[in-house]
């Protein structure tokens, strides 16, 4: 690993490659740890491998005119807004870590939004590159909430892990370990040889690879958004989803797309650079951008842990439904399909997808529970779907059985479940009679489902009783076919379901 060898011990591969990503694109990057898991030392000893002018600010007490620097008194005199640079300004700075994010007052925090969005301050440019910020938990004393805006600027955001979180052979690295800030008076005594773990020389060569990998990996940057074109459709999809299953309590905005959009392409660009420079090997895209999308969404960072682990619940689910664009050979219509089932309000073509398309187990079972969990009625598609599991054991989840069983009321199988026509509409009362006349039990319940909102229009007329009974007739032949020739969608499902939608 990369960090290790720069003395930054017990971090997770995929924890590092969310660092390069964000030193491979320059977007900002929000560290969250306890004290002492790194935060700061991760910034520096990069900094210091990358040769780039790099300061550390601490956001709680830095003064906005430590950033800036003091007006230049003779420039003002000529009309020219100018400002004495020195050591701390950030005028030529090209790594900042903003250390302390969250003990910054409210004013102060808001100081740093322009150099976090724009790497501009007061207007004028900096020669600022990556923007990076680290912050305590919200449970630590005399923390401030960050203020949503802020928080929207960052796009990734890495957990630090502490020692005791780690594999005891970390532990004894990180004990050992003696940096640049350690045991400073040594030196003194030691004719100036510190007694630092990682030397100079040794920092600059980890430099030239993480250079070697920076340059390989811009290049699969642009290869991959070739190759996956449809990356930005797949996450319009995905946080379509997202809101519906957080009921709107996970809504992402079109720069938190476009972080997760770069983040997703950078991250593999890097897994695949490192696997040519390193050697390394290269995960899986399904595992790895399940864990890039988590870690670029910022759930938990003002409220409490048990809401955030919420959050990443439905994010995990989300993202698990619509995985298989990731999967070898980039599958976006089984995307289309399973997106289609889980947004489209018209019950028939849930039923198509259901018991036509091959969803895999997650899907279907999900699909199969919220339905029978939600307040829809659901009546015909839980008879069909019975019908055909009967004839092919296996299409409905065996531990749905029950409760899909329970869909299948008794009063939505007669014509109690109708209300009574009113008013002039009752001259069409044998017309409507009719409609009900049908023989078998699903003709029945199809008759009943389109006659029970036929007769709650208040101007019933001839034509819209007619528009039912082809209404009937279609959908009573869709069902049909579901049930008589599921056997043939396990080897064609693309194809039976083309077939029952033309009859729409």
């Known amino acids: 690993m990369i960090l290790e060898t720069l003395g930054i011990y017990g971090w997770k591969d995929e924890d590092e490659n969310l660092i390069l990503s964000s030193l491979l694109t320059g977007d900002p990057l929000l560290l969250i740890g306890n004290h002492g898991c790194a935060k700061t030392h991760v910034a520096n000893k990069i900094g210091q491998a990358l040769n780039r002018k790099s300061l550390v600010y601490d956001a709680s007490k830095c003064m906005f005119e430590d950033i800036l620097g ?46 976090i969005r724009s790497r501009k301050i007061m207007g004028f440019e900096t020669k600022v590159k990556w923007v990076w910020a680290a912050m305590n938990p919200m449970s630590y004393s005399a923390t401030q909430a960050l203020d949503e805006a802020l928080i929207g600027r960052f ?39 510190t007694s630092g773990t990682v030397d100079k020389q040794e920092v600059k060569e980890i430099g030239q690879k993480m250079t070697q990998i920076f340059h ?14 449809t990356l930005s459709l797949f996450l319009a999809r995905f946080a379509d989803l997202l809101m519906r299953e957080s009921k709107g309590d996970i809504s992402l905005d079109g720069r938190r797309l476009g972080f997760i959009y770069r983040n997703i392409l950078s991250n593999r660009a890097i897994e695949i650079a490192k696997s040519e420079v390193l050697s390394a090997a290269t995960p899986d895209f399904v ?5 890039v999308v988590q870690s670029s969404i910022p759930v938990g960072l003002n409220d409490e842990s048990l809401k955030k682990e919420e959050a990443v619940h439905r994010m995990e689910i989300c993202f698990d439904l619509l995985s298989s664009f990731f999967a070898e050979g980039s599958d976006m219509e089984k995307v289309n399909t399973i997106y289609e089932l889980f947004t489209s309000k018209d019950l028939m073509r849930k039923a198509e997808i259901l018991l036509t398309a091959n969803l895999g187990e997650f899907a279907a079972s999900k699909a199969w529970n919220d339905l029978i969990n939600g307040e829809q009625d659901i009546t015909l598609l839980a008879y069909t779907a019975l019908q055909v599991e009967a004839r092919r054991p296996g299409t409905v989840p065996r531990e749905l059985l029950e409760g899909l069983s329970r869909k299948v009321s008794g009063e939505k199988l007669s014509s109690k479940c109708i209300p009574n026509l009113q008013g002039e509409c009752i001259e069409f009362v ?36 007619e528009r039912t009974r082809e209404a009937i007739e279609k ?30």
């Not at 595992?287 to 864990?291: G, V």
């Not at 039990?441 to 208040?458: C, G, P, T």
């Not at 579901?482 to 969608?489: A, D, G, K, Y």
């Open 287 to 291: 595992k790895s951008a399940r864990y």
């Open 70 to 115: 003091f007006p230049n008194i003779e420039k003002l005199r000529q009309g020219v807004v100018e400002y004495v640079p020195s050591n701390v300004t950030i005028w030529d700075k090209e790594l900042v870590l903003i250390d302390e994010l969250n003990r910054a007052v409210p004013e102060l925090q808001s100081k740093w939004l322009e150099i």
């Open 216 to 229: 390989t990996a811009a290049r699969h940057f642009n290869a991959l958004r070739e190759q996956y074109s």
């Open 155 to 193: 796009a990734l955001f890495v957990y630090p892990p502490d020692v005791l979180q780690m594999e005891e052979e970390d532990r004894i690295k990180v004990t050992g370990h003696i940096n640049g800030d350690d045991a400073p008076a040594i030196s003194v005594w030691n004719n100036g040889q």
């Open 475 to 504: 959908d009573l032949e869709t069902f049909e076919l579901l049930i008589s020739n599921h056997h043939q969608s396990t080897a064609n499902g693309g194809e039976v379901v083309c077939k029952l939608s033309s009859c729409h």
């Open 430 to 465: 044998e017309e409507v009679e009719e409609l009900l006349d049908q023989q078998s039990d699903l003709a029945k319940i199809v008759a009943y489902s389109h006659v029970a909102e036929l007769a709650r229009k208040q101007n019933l007329q001839l034509n819209d009783i």
